[in-house]
Structures are given as structure tokens and as C-alpha cells.
């Protein structure tokens, strides 16, 4: 029953070296969310597709980028992750913006070495 | 620019006990406003939300929250706490039309035997 998959749940890397995280969807959604979460904040929105068009936020780091190849996949690249880039990354799907319910996946856990 | 904001980044409660999470907005219009909930190392669910019909909405888990727009408020209750309700609680604003979500920075719950 499994909806918004992220995988993996925890993810190591080291200082400068890329990683990709991924996120895949069983609902159908046309919009599939990026968060960042630091430990005790709230999240924080990286970016988002509708469909296949791209939004970036405007504080987002231009190293982190994003990949939605079709409906049910998304992904986050981190071309070269820093210390500060530790965090939670949330993917969230929902069938259109404003009032529209989030989904969320269960979170991949970033540590940087 | 929409915002929200949490009064209390910790309540603690006894078992059995009321549960009041205070959540304010800033919006030029009364927007969408959403409760989720988060337990630890796991993506958010969405407890409630307020989309311009009935000011008291029911939610999960035996939580409400009553729309006020006199006072600006979204305010979440639960009548008697359990244990099962600690977790970490998010309040969330969008406006009206294709909006992404802005969260509050969190209220984690505390429930004592």
C-alpha cells in the first residue's frame, strides 16, 4: 500500500562527493515535491514539479538540482554536498497546488563525511 | 507574503488531558490552512484542513481545529490526550489559488503517564 517511496532511508556520503536521492509515486500525482528538513525545523521547500514543469525557490542552492524523468519518479542530485547539507529530504506528491492534500514519504537521512 | 506561526515550540500534557496547539497566520485573504503531524524519522500526515467550508474541521485522530478569522487563528485541540500523540506538529497556510505550502516551525507534543 506503500505511496510515496523514498529510497534509500539513510544515505551516506562524503564532503564533495555527488549523490542522488530518489523518490517514486503510486497515486498518479501531477506535482512531486522536494523538502529539506534539519533536525527540530520545519521543512523547508527546495522545489517542486507540476507535471514536467520545474519550480525552483528562490533560496534554493544552485547544487541542488532536480530530475523528473515521467509521472512516478522523481529525483534529487546533490552535486557536491557540505556539512550543512546533512538533513532529512522529504519528497511530498499531491494532485495540484492550493488546497490539495501532501503526501509525504517516509524521509532519506543524509550524513555527509 | 503568507506566514504562520506557532505559539510554543514545546507543550507538554498528562494523559488523559486537554491538547490546545496554538497557530496564527498572516495572509491578505483567508487562505488554506492544514495541521499535520510528524513521529520520529517519519515523513508528515496530514491531520485536518481548512478549505473555506465549515469553520470547525474534524480531523484523524480525534483532533479538530476551528477556523478563526477574526483572530487569524487555526488553533488545533484533541479533548484527551494519549500517549500515542507525541510527536511533532506542523502548521501550514497556503492561499487561495495555486499555492505551495508555508509551515510553521513546529510544536512538539509531550504526553506524561
Known amino acids: 500500500d506503500a505511496m510515496v517511496i523514498q529510497n534509500p532511508r539513510y544515505q551516506v556520503t562524503q564532503f564533495g562527493k555527488p549523490v542522488t536521492l530518489s523518490c517514486s509515486q503510486t497515486?498518479?500525482?501531477?506535482?512531486m515535491y522536494w523538502y529539506q528538513q534539519k533536525s527540530s525545523q520545519a521543512p523547508k521547500l527546495l522545489f517542486h514539479?507540476?507535471?514536467?514543469?520545474?519550480?525552483n525557490e528562490a533560496d534554493t542552492p544552485d547544487n541542488f538540482q532536480s530530475r523528473r524523468p515521467n509521472t512516478s519518479f522523481c529525483f534529487l542530485d546533490i552535486r557536491s554536498p557540505g556539512l550543512g547539507d546533512a538533513a532529512m529530504y522529504l519528497c511530498?506528491?499531491?494532485?495540484?497546488?492550493?488546497?490539495?492534500?501532501?503526501?509525504f514519504g517516509p524521509g532519506t537521512r543524509l550524513l555527509v563525511l | 507574503a503568507q506566514s504562520v506561526t506557532q505559539l510554543g515550540s514545546h507543550v507538554s500534557v498528562s494523559e488523559g488531558a486537554l491538547v490546545l496547539l496554538r497557530c496564527n497566520y498572516s495572509s491578505s485573504v483567508p487562505p488554506y490552512l492544514f495541521w499535520y503531524v510528524q513521529y520520529p524519522n517519519q515523513g508528515l500526515q496530514l491531520l485536518l484542513k481548512?478549505?473555506?467550508?465549515?469553520?470547525l474541521v474534524k480531523g484523524i485522530n480525534g483532533f479538530e481545529a476551528e477556523f478563526k478569522k477574526s483572530e487569524t487563528s487555526f488553533h488545533l485541540t484533541k479533548p484527551s490526550a494519549h500517549m500515542s500523540d507525541a510527536a511533532e506538529y506542523f502548521c501550514?497556510?497556503?492561499?487561495?489559488?495555486?499555492?505551495?505550502?508555508?509551515f510553521g516551525k513546529g510544536t512538539m507534543l509531550l504526553v506524561s503517564p
Open positions: 511530498a506528491t499531491s494532485r495540484g497546488l492550493g488546497e490539495e492534500t501532501q503526501y
Open positions: 481548512y478549505t473555506s467550508a465549515a469553520t
Open positions: 514539479y507540476y507535471d514536467k514543469d520545474f519550480n
Open positions: 501550514a497556510v497556503s492561499e487561495v489559488g495555486y499555492s505551495t505550502l508555508t
Open positions: 497515486l498518479n500525482h501531477n506535482v
